[in-house]
Nanobody, 123 residues
Framework: QVQLVESGGGLVQAGDSLRLSCADS????????IGWFRQVPGKEREFVAY????????SYRDSVKGRFTISGDNAKNTVYLQMNSLKPEDTAIYYCAASSLYEPPSPGSYDYWGQGTQVTVSS
């Protein structure tokens, strides 16, 4: 079973960068697509980016294209979300998730979730 642990969140100012990490201690990453989602209290969880199995393809929500980059390190069983030029509207709890689908389009497509890490961007 996949066990995901996110880290790297924090409080930053607008324009700063953060790198989130999603680690799987069970070493199963190569079998799953990994996605990043975010959620603000009172709102639905929204897709941010995903990396397909093997790292062949990526996808991003429009509002983060050009600012965020998802990447994977199979040797470390870790997927990263590099977030640059952060904006206050990026403030949310960020979750990583694993899916057995090749290109999982929505939260319902994911089988396993981490506990989340808070990202707060001040103006």
């Amino acid at each position: 079973q996949v066990q995901l642990v996110e880290s790297g969140g924090g409080l930053v100012q607008a324009g700063d960068s953060l790198r989130l990490s999603c680690a799987d201690s069970r070493r199963t990453f190569s079998s799953y697509a990994i996605g990043w989602f975010r959620q603000v209290p009172g709102k639905e969880r929204e897709f941010v980016a995903y990396l397909t199995r093997g790292g062949g393809n990526t996808s991003y929500r429009d509002s983060v294209k050009g600012r965020f980059t998802i990447s994977g390190d199979n040797a470390k069983n870790t997927v990263y979300l590099q977030m640059n030029s952060l904006k206050p509207e990026d403030t949310a709890i960020y979750y990583c998730a694993a899916s057995s689908l090749y290109e999982p389009p929505s939260p319902g497509s994911y089988d396993y979730w981490g506990q989340g890490t808070q990202v707060t961007v001040s103006s």
